[in-house]
Every structure is written in C-alpha cells, then in structure tokens.
C-alpha cells in the first residue's frame, strides 16, 4: 500500500523542507516510486529538486481551486519529472498561497488532495507531502490526505513548543476526517554534536514525546544547506558528507517500518 507521509510542523524552520527533499530523494535512489508534493507557498521544495515551473505549468494551486472529477489521466497531467528517475513532483508556485483563501469558501475544501491522490496513488510507494509552516486549509488538505505525519523537530531551545497545537490538530483531523492517519514519528533535525543545548533537546524529545522519535538524527551541516541553491537534493550535490548518510540511514529507518 503506499505509504502518504506528510512533513509537518508548523513552526518555521525547522527542516520540512529539507527533510521532504532528501528523504523522497533517498527513497526514490532506492529503487522506490516516489512522489513528492509541494504544499507550501513558498515553493522550496520545487526550487530543491531543481524543477523550475512556467506560468502555464499545472501546479498543486490547479490541483486544489479545481473542481474536476479527477481521473487517473487528468490527474496524471500535473505530475513533473525530475533528475530522479523514481522521483517525480507536484510542484508549487507562490500562487498557493490564493489557495488558502479560495478553499475557505470551497465544497468538500479539506479533501482536495486526498480525492487528487486517489487517483495516481497506485502509482507510487511512498508520497511525501512538505507543508508550510501553519496549520490553515493547506496543512488540514495534507493531514486528510496523508497515511501518517513525520514531525521534524529542531534540536534548539524551545523545539517542543506548539507540539501541544500540532498533535491535537492531528488528533482532530483522526477524528473526524481521517481516522487512518497515524504518527510516524518524530525526526530530530540540525543536531550539533558540539553543543550541550542540543544534546539536551536530543535527551528531553526521547524522554517527553509520547510517540516514537528516529533512531537516524539528522546533523547540522552546510552542504544540507547549499544544496537547495544548486537545485539538488543532497545525494546529488553532495552524497561523501554526513547530512546525505543521514537521510539515506532515515529512508532506510523508514522503509523497515514497511509491512511489505
Ligand atoms: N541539517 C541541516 N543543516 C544545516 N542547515 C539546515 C539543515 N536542515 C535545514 N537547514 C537549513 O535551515 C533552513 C530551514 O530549513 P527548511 O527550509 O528545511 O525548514 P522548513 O521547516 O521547511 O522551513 P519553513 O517553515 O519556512 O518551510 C534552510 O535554510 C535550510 O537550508
Ligand atoms: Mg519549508
């Protein structure tokens, strides 16, 4: 069954994006179809696989204002190839944004995506969804349409704060939207072997959070960071440094929580 992971958390940098890139990136190396959905606005993980999207391009924007009956061929029209053979897309532009708004007055608005996905699902192993950094109609679209939510948590003071918001946003959404959806688990992000601060955060999130956190801890490193400005994923600009071994440990750790 494939597996729908959306990278959530709304706190502002805290590595979704990069998390959403690397990771469908290493699962797409290992030979998985894997598809990667551009939810946020701010377009980073369409500008981190290096796909660049004309003003008539299909985007996520088209996928959620319309009001098509989706067929498995007219949903295939907005999926984009990318440098990854097992990797394709469904890109963002900063036109989401009025996405946001128009759903408010939209029937059926929180299950947009899910009805899209239905359709081209089968196609894929894994869909990794990135998210901005709110929880407004796009995330609630995102948490309806998903199997389960990895949470990306950044090894800083005050990383657990608007955890509370977040997993009662998850609860509500099991609740009375999407009874499947699952936690996947915490993922600690831009660890700093040479700081007592992030140890602590490392020991207080293994210890305080309630549902599982990744062995894989992803470390801070420049080239993670550079990347994006080359339009690669790591395991492309760079695979020799530590930030690439770690997202290929964490596409591992992911796919050996696979039934199949
Ligand atoms: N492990 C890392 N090491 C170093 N820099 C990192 C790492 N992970 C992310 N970054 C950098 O930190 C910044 C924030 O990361 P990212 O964009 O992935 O976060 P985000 O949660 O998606 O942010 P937003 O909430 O704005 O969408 C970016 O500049 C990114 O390149
Ligand atoms: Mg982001």
């Known amino acids: ?6 990278v959530c958390n709304q706190k502002g940098g805290v590595g979704k994006t990069t998390t959403a890139v690397n990771l469908s990136a290493a699962l797409s190396m290992a030979e998985k179809r894997t598809l990667l959905v551009d939810a946020d606005p701010q377009a980073n993980a369409t500008q981190g696989v290096g796909v660049s999207i004309g003003e008539d391009d299909p985007t996520l924007y088209d996928v959620l204002c319309s009001d098509e009956e989706w067929t498995p061929d007219s949903a295939s029209s907005y999926l984009h190839k990318t440098a990854l053979p097992f990797l394709d897309l469904v890109p963002a532009t900063h036109h989401l944004a009025g996405a946001e708004i128009e759903l408010v007055s939209a029937i059926a608005r929180e299950m947009r995506l899910r009805s899209f996905l239905k359709q081209i699902g089968q196609r894929y192993d894994y869909i990794l969804i990135d998210t901005p950094p709110s929880l407004g109609l796009l995330t609630l ?8 939510v990895m949470i990306p948590i950044q090894c800083e003071y005050y990383a657990l704060q608007g955890l509370a918001e977040l997993l009662n946003t998850i609860r509500l959404t099991q609740r009375s939207l999407n009874p499947d959806l699952t936690i996947e688990g915490a993922l600690l992000t831009m660890f700093q072997s040479s700081t007592l601060l992030s140890k602590q955060v490392v020991d207080e999130v293994r210890t305080s959070f309630n549902e599982k956190v990744f062995q894989t801890v992803i470390p801070r490193s420049i080239k993670l960071a550079e990347a994006p400005s080359f339009g690669k994923p790591i395991l492309l600009y760079d695979i020799a440094t530590p930030g690439a071994s770690a997202y290929m440990k964490l596409a591992q750790e992911v796919m050996g929580g696979d039934a199949a």
């Open 141 to 148: 679209n995102v948490l309806v349409a998903a199997t389960s």
């Open 1 to 6: 069954m494939t597996r729908i992971i959306a």
